[in-house]
């Protein structure tokens, strides 16, 4: 596709399924207009190349791009191990991470390194997070603060609805 300032842009996404085999050998493949996001597909090429081929998949590689926690959970409720780095968007701050702090299932709780606990103060988002706080007081006082947050209000981990399938894969 030519650019208004002279340049090419590919105009069209190639999406594969390719067998795992030593010949690699290409079961599906599909084209998309641009507007189509990457991490789209995906399930689609894979159940239906497993029906096509009458396959059973144990595993699924792929890059980031389709590290999506949709692509994620849909492959493990159907037993298939998904083998695709999950970026953690966190890791670009200078702050601690979301990773800094221990989870406690039962209580359904962060622990911040300190010992100080985070509850949830909010039911699922619009983007299918939760987000858990320690109070501004424990933030504002606690003597690493600097290195936790830069807000005023104390800190803040938000929590993926079924971030155990993202901790499993990340494992």
């Given at each position: ?46 159940f239906h ?16 791009t389709y ?105």
């Amino acid at each position: 596709m030519h650019l208004k300032n002279g340049g090419l842009h590919l105009g069209y996404h190639t999406h594969y399924v390719v067998a795992g085999s030593k010949r690699r050998i290409i079961l599906t493949a599909l084209v998309t207009p641009p507007e189509v996001t990457d991490n789209l597909p995906m399930l689609d090429l894979i159940f239906h190349t497993r029906w096509r081929w009458h396959l059973l998949t144990s595993q699924v590689t792929g890059d980031t791009t389709y590290g999506t926690i949709e692509n994620i959970k849909a492959l493990e409720d159907q037993g298939i191990r998904a083998y695709i780095p999950v970026p953690n968007w966190e890791e670009r701050y200078e702050v601690w991470s979301a990773s800094h702090f221990r989870y406690e299932p039962q209580a359904d709780q962060y622990r911040c390194p300190q010992g100080q606990i985070l509850q949830r103060v909010e039911v699922i988002g619009p983007d299918g997070r939760q987000l858990y706080r320690a109070p501004t007081s424990v933030c504002n006082d606690c003597p690493v603060k600097g290195q936790c947050t830069t807000s005023t209000q104390g800190r803040r981990v938000y929590r993926h609805v079924g971030e155990e399938y993202l901790e499993r894969v990340r494992s």
